[in-house]
């Protein structure tokens, strides 16, 4: 019951019974408590979303139509390596690739399709031959490399098309 005999939230009923170490009633000590804990989880929010943010790491990912989609929006600047097992030069091409993202310091990430998987992804980007490199800035094709370029051939032209500082003599 409360102040005036009415129940209440909290307040105790006919039949119940309290110990002298438990109370039905909230007290201020309980409230800021509370307060404490609701001010430290919007603290923590907070700071995880103003935590700065780490480029993604330069290494390759591969790449399926499920994943293909997040993978784009999650970087912004990506290089789509259409591919086989089967093909020299997308083997010849594949380490100069994860050199180049290196190099750029995870400004540019490496996308790995392969072409006997995900046929219909390769059909999208009108992919006829390999290794077929697409180049996308937000998601939007802007460039496209048939054929096993040079190491100084891709690094100039991805820093052409990305708008980035060019690394000078690189591993590639």
């Known amino acids: 019951m409360d102040l005036f005999g009415r129940g209440g939230a909290g307040a105790p009923t006919e039949g119940s019974t309290t110990t002298d170490t438990e109370s039905p009633w909230r007290t201020p000590s309980d409230d800021e408590a509370e307060l404490a804990a609701i001010r430290a989880r919007r603290r923590e929010a907070l700071?995880?979303?103003?935590?700065?943010?780490?480029?993604?790491?330069?290494?390759?990912?591969?790449?399926?139509?499920?994943?293909f989609g997040t993978l784009t929006t999650e970087n912004p600047?990506?290089?789509?390596?259409?591919?086989?097992e089967w093909c020299g030069p997308c083997r010849q091409l594949s380490p100069t690739l994860d050199a180049l993202a290196r190099e750029f310091g995870g400004a540019i990430r490496i996308l790995k399709v392969n072409v006997d998987q995900e046929p219909d992804l390769?059909?999208?980007?009108?992919?006829?031959?390999?290794?077929?490199?697409v180049l996308l800035d937000h998601g939007r094709p802007v460039d496209r490399v048939v054929g096993a370029l040079p190491a100084a051939a891709l690094r100039e032209r991805f820093g052409r098309v990305f708008g980035l500082a060019v690394p000078r003599g690189g591993a590639a």
């Open 47 to 67: 700071i995880a979303r103003d935590a700065p943010r780490h480029p993604p790491p330069a290494g390759p990912v591969s790449a399926t139509a499920a994943t």
């Open 77 to 84: 600047q990506a290089v789509v390596d259409f591919w086989a």
């Open 122 to 133: 390769a059909a999208r980007f009108e992919v006829q031959a390999i290794p077929t490199l």
